[in-house]
């Protein structure tokens, strides 16, 4: 699944990645500072050794005579490791007298006073009063290396140390900054149709308010309009019943009292488009207030007794046949966020489906199961896959010569989803060969 963008990522990814890179910009200026300072201070340090080496190799060589292998011998010795090497060489170039690790080839520095870099080391050359004797000394970059890579290496252990705890400070910061924005974020989330509830604007900071403001200002006109929707819907729906139903009064009565004849069978085909456009009326004005967003609740409701009601209403319906069979356990019950008139709404169109769409000879089979499920079931052949794609559309019918609108599904569909459930439309029903089944699967 891929994942949100969010904002909390790329800021602690952009924070830490810009401390890491100003860190080691500072760590390479730092050693490109250090690299000098230590040239100048080597520099000065084997200058000043030249100089007092070359003092004390003239004194030793004015006591022990330089043929004297043992005068030679002890001016050798040195140390297990020389971070300086030297050479005392005569005005011909020949070495005279060197140190334990210099090399008894002659440096390939000039014999003239100051400094030379060859390819190994640096030298610095001093010479005697009288110009007879050289005194090279020789110190090799290798230790100016080791002592700026050892400084570098230092430097950069903190780094180590420093990305986790940094990505780990930016998270906790960035976190706690963006609580606000996150619990705003949420609380706008839970607005829909049910839930038209001001959004909390206390405790915000400054630069949310607004937003609030803005999003209250929406969610009280977008209230107003719902009002006015519904209060439209149910206002329609009384003046449509009362002039449809005293019509559909009349023309019964008017049949009644006709003779057997043509007028009197177009008085009953009067009567039956009056009930059709009655049931058609009655699923529009269901269909209007299913799409004016009815059926969400801010509170939880017990839905049972609804279902109960709706069930015994169309047992006691002389039309269903004794068809109904409804099952339940007593202690279960169906607490949800829904309003109960459109649950209600929903119930009856799954039920009314069922009886008018179904096998006149099967029962219709209705059922509360545990976990909130509820299934509607009639027998009847097997519906395709096709045709079960196509009947929660509006004005879809599937192969059947029953009367209907072809809008009872997608109203029932319209307002689960706006209770955040699911219909799912079976054929064959779960358990048979045949038949059809409705499922709705509310969210607790």
């Keep these: 699944m891929k994942r949100e963008p969010s904002i ?10 810009f401390m890491v890179v100003f860190w080691l910009i500072a760590i390479g200026l730092s050693i490109r500072v250090m690299q000098h300072e230590f040239d100048e201070i080597f520099d000065s340090a084997q200058q000043e050794t030249t100089e007092r080496l070359l003092a004390l190799i003239l004194d030793d060589m004015d ?18 490791r020389e971070y300086l090497t030297y050479q005392v060489r005569d005005g011909t170039g020949k070495v005279v007298l060197r140190s334990n690790d210099a090399p008894s080839e002659p440096f390939s520095a000039p014999l003239a006073t100051g400094f030379h870099d060859t390819e190994v080391a640096r030298i610095y050359t001093e010479k005697t009063t009288d110009g007879a004797l050289f005194l090279q000394v020789a110190d090799r970059f290798k230790n100016r290396r080791e002592a700026v890579r050892e400084s570098a290496v230092t430097l950069l252990i903190p780094l180590i140390a420093l990305v986790p705890a940094s990505i780990f400070a930016i998270w906790f910061i960035v976190g706690r900054a963006l609580r606000p924005l996150d619990a705003l974020r949420q609380d706008i989330g839970t607005k829909d149709g049910g839930n038209l509830a001001e959004v909390e604007a206390t405790g915000l900071p400054k630069e949310l308010k607004p937003i609030a403001r803005s999003v209250n200002l929406l969610l009280g006109r977008l209230r107003s309009a719902l009002e006015s929707e519904r209060e439209f819907t149910a206002n329609s729906a009384h003046e449509l019943r009362t002039p449809i139903a005293g019509a ?13 004849g043509p007028t009197r069978t177009r008085a009953r085909q009067v009567e039956t488009s009056l009930v059709n456009l009655g049931r058609l009326a009655e699923k529009l004005l269901q269909l209007a207030r299913a799409e004016a967003g009815i059926g969400g609740s801010a509170t939880a409701t017990d839905l049972r007794p609804v279902l109960d009601m709706v069930v015994t209403d ?11 069979h409804y099952t339940a356990a007593a202690e279960t019950t169906l607490i949800r966020n829904a309003d109960m008139d459109a649950f209600g709404i929903i119930i ?9 769409h179904g096998d006149p000879e099967s029962p219709v089979s209705v059922s509360l199961e545990p976990g909130g499920i509820l299934r509607v079931v009639n027998g009847g052949p097997v519906v395709t896959e096709i045709d079960l794609a196509t009947l929660k559309k509006r004005f879809r019918r599937g192969k059947t010569s029953a009367s209907g609108s072809g809008l009872g599904l997608a109203i029932a569909d319209r307002i689960v989803s706006q209770m955040g459930g699911t219909l799912e439309l079976r054929s064959p029903a779960s358990g048979e060969t045949s038949g059809f089944e409705a499922r709705i699967t509310l969210p607790t």
């Design 314 to 324: 169309y047992e006691r319906d002389s039309r269903s046949e004794g068809r109904l």
């Design 63 to 80: 006591q022990h005579d330089v043929a004297n292998p043992r005068g030679i011998a002890m001016l050798n010795t040195a140390a297990n």
């Design 248 to 260: 559909l009064a009349q023309t019964q009565r008017l049949a009644e009292e006709l003779p057997d």
């Design 8 to 17: 909390t990522r790329p800021l602690i990814t952009a924070l830490t990645t």
């Design 348 to 356: 009856r169109n799954l039920i009314e489906n069922a009886l008018v």
